[in-house]
């Protein structure tokens, strides 16, 4: 995941290949190095350390459950509803179709979209509560990598709200402005 200069050739959509199936593509790979990130550090996400899932003072993300039932939880826990509910979508084939002839459901870009708003939750609280162990780790140059490429993707394919970007916006600014993301 560590690309040098810029993310727009890689991101863009090839020739000959459908959309939802580029989307569905790229989900299932953000998911997998998000989660995998995470992995390395989620020793030091513990109750304790994140009693909620926040992303920096005055954010505070609340799970709503399959009933539409908001609960509040410990960063951990979240994590772990959200990568477990993002897993059962990506294994259902209903929703991510991977035999040939089926098609993706009508609205495939919107459940794309809320999984890229979860998958943001988490990197904005990797950045905002962990980041001086990712740094201790010497972890941060594929954070920042992941992290540009995936804002790439978010705002070539419109995946990502302008104020939920809003706690990484100064981080954003930056790669925009060294050319890192256009
Ligand atoms: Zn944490």
Not at 118 to 132: G, N, V
């Amino acid at each position: 995941m560590l690309v040098k200069g810029n993310f727009r050739t890689i991101v863009e959509l090839p020739k000959y290949v459908d959309v939802n199936e580029w989307l569905a593509f790229n989900t299932f790979e953000f998911f997998n190095h998000i989660n995998l990130f995470y992995g390395s550090i989620s020793d030091f996400c513990t109750p304790q350390s994140c009693p909620c899932m926040s992303a920096g003072s005055g954010v505070e993300y609340t799970w709503v459950d399959a009933s539409s039932k908001k609960i509040k939880l410990c960063a951990p826990q979240y994590i772990d509803y959200m990568a477990s509910s993002i897993q059962n979508m990506l294994n259902d084939e209903t929703l991510f179709p991977t035999k040939t002839g089926r098609d993706f459901p009508r609205d495939f870009p919107q459940l794309v979209k809320r999984i890229f708003s979860q998958l943001f939750r988490l990197i904005a609280h990797m950045y905002h509560h962990h980041y001086d162990k990712i740094v201790a780790l010497s972890e941060e140059p594929h954070l920042n990598s992941l992290t540009a490429h995936f804002i790439s993707f978010a705002k070539d394919f419109d995946l990502l709200e302008k104020k939920e970007i809003q706690p990484l916006q100064e981080l954003v600014d930056i790669m925009f402005k060294t050319g890192i993301i256009s």
